[in-house]
């Protein structure tokens, strides 16, 4: 399985950006996908994830402010950032997990429950 992120980039405090996954290999549809990022001098962190489902989680610090879609014909996951702050600057990381659908809402914001990942993009957000 291949991940491919791309959409990062520059923007203002209050503006929106939204990233993109694009999946390859397997069989897209039945993985869970998650969005994490890291920023400097910190440890990754959880910020979304879908299940195949459709059944999302979200950190607390982006709920109501970013949306994590699917589009399972596209084998693409989508992370919508709106109301961007200088606080949400780091690498995006997307990531595919082997999460079986009962334990996906308990473990799904767990990165050690993705077994495939791909190369970041960086959202620097300036104030």
């Known amino acids: 399985v291949q991940l491919q992120a791309f959409g990062g980039g520059l923007v203002q405090a209050g503006d929106s950006l939204t990233l993109s996954c694009a999946v390859s290999?397997?069989?897209?549809?039945?993985?869970?996908m998650g969005w994490f990022r890291q920023a400097p001098m910190s440890e990754r962190q959880f910020v979304a994830a879908?299940?195949?489902?459709?059944?999302?989680l979200y950190a607390d610090s982006v709920k109501g402010r970013f949306t994590i879609s699917r589009d399972n014909a596209k084998n693409t996951v989508y992370l919508e950032m709106n109301s961007l702050k200088p606080e949400d600057t780091a690498v995006y990381y997307c990531?595919?997990?082997?999460?079986?659908?009962?334990?996906?809402?308990?473990?799904?914001?767990?990165?050690?429950?993705?077994?495939?990942w791909g190369q970041g993009t960086e959202v620097t957000v300036s104030s």
């Open positions: 990531a595919a997990s082997t999460l079986a659908a009962q334990a996906f809402a308990v473990f799904g914001k767990s990165g050690g429950n993705y077994v495939y």
């Open positions: 290999g397997r069989t897209f549809s039945s993985y869970p």
């Open positions: 879908v299940a195949w489902s459709g059944i999302t």
